[in-house]
Structure formats: C-alpha cells, structure tokens
C-alpha cells in the first residue's frame, strides 16, 4: 500500500471512528448488550510521565496515569456502559487496550486495525459493557516496548453482581523493571532476548513495589488478583504453606475451586497475559506473615508479603464457594471448522517491522510462516476469516524451542487437547503455548470485528509474532 492509499485509509477510518462516537450502533453491541440500562460511567484518563521509587531510588521516566504512583485499579459494574477518555499526555503515540475483556471492535485499541492512535495531546473516548465479571488489565497497544516496559500496566476489576464476601481484595499487578541499583534504566530489549525467550527484568515488582506488605484480616479470606503483566516473565506462583484455593483464571471462574499450589513443585504458571484468583485462608496471629513467591532459578523471588491484622475472623477454606460463571457460550465440535495457525521463525530475508507504533529494529518471529510487519500493518490480511456465529477449532503449533502466550482479542476460546499435557476446557484469552507442543482450542466467533492474534511476549509480538483474525458480520 502507498503512503496515499494508507492515509486515505486512515482518513476513512478517522471519519468513521468520529461518526461512531455518539454511541455504538445497536449491531455492535449485539452479542453482549449491556444487561442493566444505567447511565455510562466516566472516567478521564491522562497517559503521562510518572518518578517513582521502585527499586528504592526515584527512578524517571515511567509511564503512568499520574505523576507518581502506579496506574490505579479500574473497577467497573458488569453490564454497565462505562466511558474512559484517555488523554495522551506523552510524547509518543498510545492506545489502550482492555485485555480480556469482550468490547466491541472499535474500543478494543488496536492501532490502525481498530483506532487511529491517539497522537500527542488527543484525547480518545473509550465506551463499553462488559459481559463478564472478573480480573482483567489494561495496557497500552502502541509503542508497547517502551510504556509497558516502563510500567504501563494496571488492573481492570469487573465486580460480580453480588460481593462475594472475601475479607480482603488485593490487586497484584506483577511486572519486572529493567533498573539498576541506582534506579537508572537498563536496555529494555535485547536482539538475545527477542530471538529467544524475551528479556526479562532486573527485578519483579507488584504494583511498582519490591515485595510489598499488603495486609488483610487474620484469619480472613483474602481474594489475590494476579495478574502477569510483565513483556517477558513466565511466573511460577506458589505461596508456601499457606491455605486457600484458585478460584479463577483468566478472568474466568473455575467450575469448583482449585488447590492453591503451595510448593515450587506444583507452582502455578502464569504467563505475560494471564491471571489468576486466589483466596487465602490469612494466617490467624496478629503480625504473621504469608508469602507469594515466584520460583526462579537459584531463590526465588518475593512478589508480595500477606500481613494479619487484628483479631482472628476464624474462617475456613470450605467456606469459598465457587464464584458465578460467566456467560460464555460452549462451542458445538460437531460442527466445528478447523483452523490451523503455526507459530514459528521467519522465514530467511524477512525486512524488519516498519516501525509505525515503536520499532525494534528486527524480525525473528511469524504466524503461518507470515511475519506482521509492525504493530501497523495497513494492507496486510486476516490470517483467517469467519462468519459471526461460526464454531471454530483452532490447533496452535508451535515449532519453535520457546514457550508463546498466545492472546486472542475479542473472543474467548478454550483447550481441548494437547500433544503435551492434560489441559481444561477452561474459558480463556491467552493460553501459553509449549514449545513444540500442539494445543487444539474452540471458540464461537460471536463478537464481529478484526480481533488481534498475537504473542504476548511482547518482543515476540513485535518482531513478527502477530496478525488478526476477522469476524464477518
Ligand atoms: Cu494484552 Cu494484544 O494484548
Ligand atoms: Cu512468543
């Protein structure tokens, strides 16, 4: 596509985008109409530099939605229109993206695929319902390597309907930082890193912090939010000795609560995209302590420190009823198409990422043996196109010796089988994919649009592992 053809491109979907702002047309809303008919909630967003102490001293030249703290929880009411302006005050281009969460096409922000991105000083009005209660995140869809890297990152909460009566609610929003001692920033990719397992950080913070002290009443059920946000970190979560079960992942709730992994043995991976619930029986004494920890090579790492408070409620893990289903449809397999997607190495000679969005300087990555040529790619077709209702077996092959989160935009599916490992039909959005393994996945194609299809290991993403699906209408 020419320069021309591109702007004119662009130009078409800017007056589209302007037209649609009054509201979204009832058709595209259709598969998931907001359940009650309440007033939007708004909400302004401002995109900006943050300071902010993470390794101790102050480090400059994060990426927040204020000056000095890191970007807040979002709580939203499930079925509830909601409006987010986001303003960008930074230098570069930005979008937001509402990971996990089933938005129509126009508010998922992906640059140019579904947005024009939001320039310096622009201001984007974001306006969605979501279908599903649970954990979700937000973060940036447009010169990602550098404002995740630089800790643009956050916590999206769609409340259930009814409080499910935990004790405590704890967002932990994990993410490694490239600093040094003196809080000075490290290279934040590396070609070494994004030929193989992505590069992962110096250090793993929660919530900006080094092993926070997060505290909730003794002997209380505190409900743990993980979410893995960082651009390269597998977590392998484990919280020693403690008791408590996973109640959710992805998003999702479990059909009935799941053992709580208490050792390095049985940690629970959780990879650049996913999340997990989990409720915590806090320890009964004043003052005692639970861990959360990440195993790591050598010791592992702290993510955060539990703290009893006060007198010992005496609650007990049989009391943690298993949180409401969403409303996720299942996928009919008998009348399943089948889709196949390779994920692998470019292929030899492949030109580098052209750079719309932040560029790394190279390609090493592709799908169906096509590398995305950036994070923009006007002009570039759909890896596979469907038909709104259609029921959709994907089998994701991985050929490569790294291990691939692979997210899909827009649509939920869920593990059927692996030449691996026993998987759960398990609604999800990102699936972390083995190496050399074969994972079949189902989904309903039920929510119309061009759905981003990528590699969350973000400079996976961003040297070629990406493309989109669409969805016809
Ligand atoms: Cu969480 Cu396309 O991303
Ligand atoms: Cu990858």
Redesign the pocket.
């Given at each position: 596509m020419t320069e021309t053809q591109l702007s004119s491109n662009l130009m078409t979907r800017r007056r589209a985008l302007a037209l649609g702002a009054g509201g979204l047309s009832a058709a595209a809303i259709t598969p998931f109409a907001a359940s009650q008919a309440a007033a939007p909630l708004t909400r302004a967003l401002t995109i900006q530099g943050a300071r902010y102490p993470v390794r101790g001293p102050v480090t400059d030249g994060l990426f927040s939605l204020s000056p000095d703290a890191p970007p807040p929880v979002l709580r939203l009411r499930r079925g509830v229109e909601h409006v987010f302006d986001v303003t960008n005050a930074t230098a570069d281009y930005t979008t937001v993206?509402w990971?996990g969460l089933r938005v129509p096409n126009a508010m998922d922000g992906?640059p140019y695929l579904t947005q024009v991105p939001i320039a310096a000083g622009e201001t984007f009005r974001y306006r969605f319902a979501s279908p599903d209660a649970g954990t979700f995140w937000y973060?940036p869809?447009c010169m990602t390597m550098e404002q995740m890297a630089k800790g643009l990152t956050g916590l999206l909460v769609v409340e259930e309907d009814r409080d499910p009566g935990f004790d405590a609610d704890l967002p932990l929003v994990l993410k490694d930082f490239r600093l040094n001692d003196d809080g000075t920033w490290q290279d934040l990719w590396t070609r070494r890193g994004a030929a193989r397992g992505g590069t992962t950080g110096a250090i793993s913070a929660t919530n900006w912090d080094l092993a926070p002290v997060m505290e909730a009443p003794a002997g209380g059920l505190a409900r743990l939010r993980l979410a893995a946000t960082d651009i390269s970190r597998i977590y392998r979560i484990y919280l020693p000795d403690a008791r408590g079960v996973v109640v959710a992942l992805d998003g999702h709730p479990l059909p009935a609560p799941a053992p709580l992994p208490t050792k390095p043995e049985t940690a629970l991976a959780l990879s650049p995209?996913q999340r997990a619930d989990i409720v915590v029986v806090m320890p009964p004494g004043e003052g005692q302590m639970q861990e959360v920890l990440t195993r790591a090579p050598g010791t592992p790492r702290t993510l955060a420190r539990l703290a009893a408070r006060g007198a010992n409620r005496g609650r007990r893990t049989a009391e943690i009823a298993p949180l409401p289903a969403n409303p996720v449809p299942m996928p009919d397999l008998s009348r399943a198409r089948l889709e196949e997607f390779v994920f692998g190495w470019s292929p030899d000679g492949t030109a580098p990422n052209n750079g719309w969005c932040g560029t790394l300087g190279y390609t090493f990555w592709s799908i169906n043996r096509t590398p995305w040529p950036g994070d923009a790619a006007p002009g570039v077709g759909p890896l596979a196109t469907w038909k709104l209702g259609d029921h959709v077996v994907l089998r994701l092959r991985n050929e490569s010796p790294n291990d691939h989160p692979i997210?899909l935009?827009g649509l939920l599916f869920r593990p059927l089988r692996s030449n691996k490992r026993p998987v759960r039909p398990h609604p999800t959005d990102t699936a972390l994919l083995l190496r050399e393994e074969t994972l079949d996945v189902a989904l309903i194609a039920d929510n119309p649009g061009d759905w981003?299809f990528?590699c969350?290991i973000i400079e996976h993403q961003k040297t070629g592992l990406a493309g989109f699906i669409r969805v016809e209408s």
């Open positions: 993206h990971h992906v973060h869809h995209g997210h935009h981003a990528h969350h």
